[in-house]
């Protein structure tokens, strides 16, 4: 009756093997494992058995039912496609390729800033690339005969005002937003301004005439240069890395007294000194300064009664050195091939 | 800029634990951007001093001469093309592994099949000067082998500093000034400028030689000194100058040039020499309209009213303030000097030096603001000098002295208590004081908490007037690094959000993760020939008053044009693919937001636009505006249909059959279209392009005006769907075909469109729309009756409506 068993099983499994469609699995099933089956039929004649002979066969006659039953379901799925295949697959075959689009990385690099200052509270604002004299200079700090003002730094619109003076153009920095915002929420603000802007200059690899910046500016009682220089300390941690450093120097801009340059470790090196940072183990990346308080006056704010700090970056170059992007015309270009990447 | 540090020495004593890369660093972190430091002795790496032995003849080129120099250790085969060299002479020789200041590095060479161990130098491959007109023959006293540095005796250090870091600090483009931030910035004693040269100069016939000098312009000139110097010999620099120049990349002239330019690096004052035999007087004035000069570089300027001349009473002699001119200049034969040492307004410098294209290290100067003081003791310090380099010189007129300049006195008041919280640390009284001291306040008014503080007259032009700017001056010297940082404290508030941001953001994301669009940032600026070849009238666009290019000068209205481009760029590099953008528009009707502080006048009008583009091979039209319908579902809601109308007016870019106006619970967002047969031509694109342009500002306030959504209980009894094919006429749309059944019956729950037929089964136009309808009640399970009933009537009120018949299948 065991040989009976083997034989049965042997039988089956070479059977199965080679079932191509449900007919032959159907065939099989009736001729070996239904009610009226072979396997049934052995099984039957186990109570002609002595005791001990039947316990024997009959652990050996389940064992090799449920074996056969176990296979025929994983070829039954496999034909009927419920499941994995007895045939071997090359695991290494590549999925479908589904079509991809992508973000500009000017839009990832200002996304995670703006993480990063939503969640310190900051307001994000907005304002419109096309200025005015007046919020793009005057009210910043930039009295009428100053170098910025250059014809060859700004994009003019072709538009006189009443004085016969060009009047309106295209901002130069995102700091117009700045005298917006305190004129709009008055202090104390939190804010930061990311935005396009424009400089008359001719392009290459380093130079584009259509930029972005992010700046925040910070208005409180009593913000004073420990806490400029606290806050710049936390952006370049978070933007860097927890070991990063600041390095402050003077530096000059219009609407802030004392205005500065700061400089992070760079990130690539850690400081030791690298092409990126040209062997000086750091990268200028902020500009900042208490706001000057002619600024200040512009947005209605008493000078004497707040202070507040503001800083600045250039999206492109940060995009530029978390990226390795070596040429600053590529994110305006609409190239695929650029924008594949990201 | 450069900066000399044996220059430095003259007014500082820097003690040799001071390294120069220690001057550098801390004059970037307390004043300016020191950009590098170089050696001079450096670029001399490799080269020496050599005798011609051998002068013979090259056999390959009658030009070349083959020599052999004696440079000590060896004697060295080079070919050498210049004329003057001879056997006996001693010369710079240039030997392999040099790399020379114009950048020749040198290389053992075969010359004409000769062999050249090296290079015997001229004055202009060695950085001293613009001679190449021979090989620089050196003085009996070199010695053969010894380097050419120590001959030059250039072993001085030199600072390169950032220019526009000095923008706001007209009194740090010279050596005293640096010398000054140094000596603050290492506690050094500072050597007084004008205690070193002599005041005492007779000027003789104050009457009888009274030089006419007139000032036309006070405002513009706000103080002019000349004298007349006679006895002059023009000649060629002593060592000392001409070492000093060099070293700071200055070409040495002659003996009178020279040192004009060393007192302007000196104490930063510019000043000019006339030659005084070819004028007589001198008139500050305006120039006239269309009035010419020649200038020292030989061009001719055509002048306008706002340009500031010296003129010798009738025609101009000098640019003022920028530069000398032809007619006056000084020559070998020159004897007798004019000189001039003035102060100029720097606005009016600034815009001749701009509108010329003119800019020197005088209006560099000038346009910066300099102290109105610094003429007086700049024309001192050149007589000094003068005497030196001519001893026989002898001063022939009166020192004239036209002055109305303010030498106002700023004095700002420092509170002690207001610098702590400026800071936010105390700094200790006695810190501040020797730091502005130092830094050349006149510190007066000594009670305990308050500082009253003279600015310096080279600080007072523009730089320094208020207590913040005393605040950075004390804090930069300080040290920033000294401060110890501290997070602010402020009362918590909740920020308001920017939902416009917030929906930028979604759209881009829906747009790049389930569209696979590609985010383009486009120029604001587009070209007439660009929107002529999409047949955009171009006309009511801004244009810019000052563009870089012509294919950049109007001011964007659409974003189709850039995104139609983003297309063309890309069109060899990928078959199916598409970009999307959010960017902003500019049109010439004013907008909300004011233009200044008055807040009468407002900007132009500056909308934030989305666009879309795709391109491929089928069915772009639907294809896109299944990408519209699907993105205004994601941001309005669910129960949100995109509609799309008969445009009223097609753009000139877009397709006339294949174009629609975009609307969404009734408002009107924007257009989609295929682009036309013409502009896909006249841009050579290879495949068709759909566009689509929607209004963002528009869309935003519907998504933000929008009541929150509701979710709704899924009907319990089952729908019971039929499939109707309408026969219809050409002209009749779609849209109102279904609109109609929709509104037909409440029970009608969704009407969608799944086939179009038109071909040789159907009369000649006409057109087979066919719909699966959707009929469910929510308290009941709908019968069959029922349903035949409704459709009975549907179909009449469709005849009726729209001729439409059901067509059998």
């Known amino acids: ?342 | 800029m450069y900066i000399s540090l044996n220059w430095l020495k003259d007014y500082l004593k820097i003690p040799a634990k001071i390294k120069p890369e220690n001057i550098a660093e801390e004059l970037t972190r307390h004043t300016v951007e020191v950009e590098g430091l170089v050696n001079l002795t450096d670029q001399f790496n490799h080269v020496v001093v050599g005798r011609v032995l051998e002068v013979g003849k090259h056999p390959n080129a009658d030009r070349l001469r083959v020599t052999v120099v004696d440079v000590k250790d060896k004697k060295l085969n080079i070919v050498c093309g210049a004329s003057n060299v001879a056997a006996g002479q001693l010369v710079p020789v240039a030997r392999v592994g040099a790399s020379l200041p114009n950048g020749l590095e040198i290389k053992e060479s075969l010359i004409r099949g000769e062999k050249s161990e090296g290079m015997i130098c001229a004055e202009d491959e060695l950085g001293l000067g613009k001679n190449h007109e021979g090989i620089m023959v050196l003085k009996d006293k070199a010695k053969i082998g010894e380097s050419f540095a120590k001959y030059l005796k250039a072993d001085d250090i030199i600072l390169e500093i950032d220019n526009k870091s000095l923008s706001n600090r007209p009194d740090l483009l010279n050596h005293y000034g640096i010398a000054r931030e140094v000596s603050a910035i290492f506690n050094l004693p500072l050597k007084p400028y004008d205690k070193s040269f002599n005041r005492k100069y007779d000027f003789l016939g104050i009457k009888e030689n009274k030089l006419e000098v007139k000032v036309a312009a006070p405002e513009a000139c706000p103080r002019y000194l000349a004298v007349k110097v006679g006895q002059i010999e023009i000649k060629e620099s002593p060592a000392w100058l001409k070492e000093r120049l060099v070293a700071i990349n200055q070409r040495p002239i002659n003996n009178i040039v020279d040192l004009t330019n060393y007192v302007m690096f000196d104490c930063g004052q510019p000043m000019h020499a006339f030659d005084a035999a070819k004028i007589k007087k001198i008139a500050v004035r305006y120039a006239d309209k269309g009035e010419t000069i020649e200038t020292l570089d030989e061009k001719e300027r055509t002048l306008s009213p706002e340009d500031l001349v010296i003129t010798d009473g009738r025609e101009a002699i000098a640019l003022a303030g920028i530069m000398g001119g032809h007619n006056s200049e000084i020559s070998p034969e020159t004897t007798a000097l004019l000189l001039e040492s003035a102060n100029f307004n720097a606005g009016i410098i600034r815009k001749t030096s701009q509108r010329l294209g003119l800019r020197t290290e005088s209006s560099l100067r000038f346009e910066k603001s300099l102290d109105p003081s610094l003429p007086e003791i700049a024309i001192f310090r050149f007589l000094t000098l003068l005497k030196e380099v001519c001893p026989k010189m002898k001063i022939e007129s009166a020192l004239i002295d036209v002055n109305h300049a303010d030498l106002n006195q700023i004095s700002v008041e420092l509170d002690l208590e207001w610098l702590r919280n400026k800071i936010g640390q105390e700094i200790p009284r006695e810190d501040v004081v020797n730091i502005l001291e130092k830094l050349g306040f006149v510190l007066d008014g000594k009670s305990d908490g308050k500082l009253k503080a003279i600015v310096p007259s080279w600080r007072a032009t523009k730089d320094i007037a208020t207590k913040e700017d005393l605040a950075e001056e004390v804090l930069r010297l300080y040290g920033y690094d000294k401060i110890v940082s501290q997070m602010p404290v402020l009362e918590m508030a909740l920020p308001e959000v920017n939902k416009e941001r917030r929906l930028e953001r979604q759209i881009k994301n829906i747009l790049y993760l389930k569209n696979s669009l590609n985010e383009a940032y486009n120029y604001s600026f587009v070209g007439e020939e660009q929107l002529k070849k999409m047949n955009i009238d171009f006309f009511n666009h801004l244009k810019l008053a000052n563009p870089l290019s012509g294919i950049h000068n109007l001011l964007r209205q659409s974003l189709v044009p850039g995104l139609a481009s983003n297309i063309k760029t890309n069109q060899f590099k990928s078959d199916d693919f598409g970009f999307f953008e959010i960017g902003r528009v500019f049109f010439k009707a004013p907008g909300s937001l004011k233009r200044d502080k008055a807040g009468e006048e407002f900007l132009p009008y500056q909308e934030k636009r989305l666009g879309l583009v795709i391109t491929g091979e089928d069915d772009l039209f639907i294809r896109l505006k299944g990408v519209v319908d699907n993105l205004l579902k994601n941001i309005l809601d669910q129960t949100v249909e995109a509609e799309f109308a008969v445009l009223d007016n097609i753009p000139g870019w877009a397709d006339n059959n294949s174009s629609a106006k975009v609307s969404v619970l009734g408002q009107e967002l924007g257009v989609i279209a295929l682009l036309g047969n013409e502009a896909g031509e006249n841009m050579n694109l290879k495949r068709g392009v759909a566009l689509a342009e929607l209004n963002f500002n528009k869309l935003a306030e519907m998504v933000f005006d929008r009541p929150a959504f509701r979710f709704a209980e899924p009907p319990k009894y089952p729908p019971v769907t039929r499939d109707l094919a309408f026969v219809v006429e050409n002209k009749i749309l779609y849209n109102d075909l279904r609109k109609e059944i929709m509104d037909f019956n409440p029970l009608i729950r969704s009407v969608e469109l799944f086939d179009v037929y038109i071909g040789n089964k159907l009369e000649g136009g006409k057109k087979s729309l066919a719909f699966h309808l959707s009929y469910q009640a929510d308290d009941r399970t709908l019968t069959a009756g029922e349903v035949d009933k409704i459709q009975t009537d549907l179909v009449a009120d469709l005849s009726d409506k729209f001729k439409a018949t059901l067509r059998n299948f």
């Open chain 1, 1 to 342: 009756m065991k040989n009976k068993l083997n034989q049965l099983r042997a039988e089956f499994l070479e059977r199965l093997d080679r079932a191509q469609n449900n007919e032959h699995l159907r065939e099989l099933e009736l001729k070996f494992l239904s009610r009226k089956g072979r396997l049934s039929e052995i099984m039957g004649g186990l109570k002609d058995l002595s005791l001990d002979l039947r316990q024997e066969v009959g652990e050996l006659a389940n064992s090799v039912k449920k074996e056969l039953q176990a296979k025929f379901s994983e070829v039954s799925q496999s034909i009927n496609g419920l499941g994995a295949s007895n045939i071997k697959v090359d695991a290494t075959l590549p999925g479908d390729k589904l079509a991809q689009g992508h973000l500009n990385p000017i839009t990832l690099v200002q996304n995670e800033i703006e993480d990063i200052f939503s969640s310190l509270g900051f307001m994000i604002l907005d304002g419109p690339e096309l200025e005015s004299d007046y919020y793009n200079f005057t009210a910043l700090n930039v009295p009428p005969a100053h170098p910025a003002r250059d014809m060859q730094d700004t994009f003019y619109v072709d538009y006189k005002n009443k004085d016969n003076q060009y009047d309106l153009l295209m901002r130069t920095q995102t700091s117009p937003v700045q005298v917006r915002a305190m004129q709009k929420y008055g202090a104390p603000l939190k804010a930061i301004i990311p935005g396009r802007c424009f400089r008359n200059e001719a392009t290459d690899a380093r130079h584009e005439h259509t930029f972005y910046q992010v700046e925040g500016i910070l208005v409180g009682k009593n913000i004073n240069f420990a806490n400029l220089k606290s806050f710049l300390e936390i952006v370049g941690q978070r933007l860097f890395g927890p070991n990063t450093k600041l390095r402050m120097r003077p530096k000059f801009f219009p609407f802030v007294e004392p205005g500065n340059n700061g400089e992070y470790t760079c990130f690539l090196c850690q400081g030791k000194g690298c092409r990126v940072c040209k062997n000086t183990g750091w990268l200028e990346i902020v500009g900042a300064g208490l706001i000057h308080p002619e600024v200040l006056r512009a947005g209605g704010i008493n000078p004497e009664e707040y202070s507040g700090l503001a800083f600045g970056f250039g999206l492109n170059r940060l995009a530029m050195l978390k990226y390795n992007i070596g040429d600053v015309r590529l994110f305006n270009s609409g190239d695929l091939k650029f924008l594949e990447q990201f």
